[in-house]
């Protein structure tokens, strides 16, 4: 067995007792972060049955997936990085989620160039829950305004998405988020990485990016 299966198949067991830990029915899915790992490292996740992937470089995913994605349909891509409104038109093509979207004009770009090709994206907004300068992501006091402006676009709102601080507060930045999600009224909630998924999970997380505890240290 490939040691990205066994990996996997480990952090599955881990969610599963934590779910029967806080007596939680709906298992989060894994999206298992691909960035940077050739498909060499991806084919055996494809062939054990995984379909959800994630890449943060647009061009990146478009020459490692076009192909795989048409060979397997049933691939779901998310696209989980800053995405910048002149590669919209190329990630609508590719992506079938985009996790990071924070302002009213990449959300009227993805509603634009959707339409062109007939396709309908499914849409996390990026909340930048911890205020640092350094990250993207929406405040937390403007997300009204950009949940009201994307619903009017007819977008496919799915939830919020985060990365929080690195430091020891994460369970409290994802609690906020779950209140936030919770206030919106979404079912979806994208959060939690390798050294904080169990922790997501505790406060609602239905999403999770994992990418170095199933592939290894990145390239």
């Not at 007596?23 to 996740?45: C, G, H, Q, W, Y």
């Not at 919020?160 to 988020?177: G, V, W």
Request: proline content about 3%; glycine content about 4%; charged content about 25%.
């Amino acid at each position: 067995m490939h040691s990205t299966i066994e990996n996997l198949i480990n952090i599955e067991n881990k969610i599963k007792l934590n779910l029967k830990e806080i007596e939680r029915p709906n298992k989060p899915k894994i999206i298992a972060v691909s960035k940077t790992f050739p498909m060499d490292k991806i084919l055996p996740l494809i062939n054990h049955g995984h379909i959800d992937f994630g890449e943060n470089k647009v061009q990146e995913a478009v020459n490692k997936w076009t192909d795989i994605k048409i060979k397997n349909p049933n691939i779901r891509l998310h696209m989980i990085g800053k995405l910048q409104t002149n590669k919209v038109k190329f990630a609508i093509k590719l992506f079938d989620f985009i996790h990071s979207v924070d302002s009213s004009k990449l959300a009227k770009k993805i509603a634009d160039e959707q339409k062109k090709i007939d396709k309908d994206i499914k849409v996390f907004l990026q909340v930048n829950i911890g205020n640092e300068s350094q990250k993207s992501g929406i405040s937390k006091f403007e997300l009204n305004d950009l949940i009201l402006y994307c619903r009017d676009l007819n977008l496919s709102l799915m939830g919020l998405m985060c990365i929080p601080p690195e430091d020891n507060n994460r369970s409290f930045y994802f609690k906020e988020m779950n209140n936030l999600n919770n206030q919106f009224r979404f079912s979806e909630l994208s959060m939690g990485m390798s050294s904080d998924y169990l922790q997501a999970i505790q406060n609602s997380a239905t999403y999770l990016r994992i990418g170095s505890s199933i592939f290894g240290n990145r390239y």
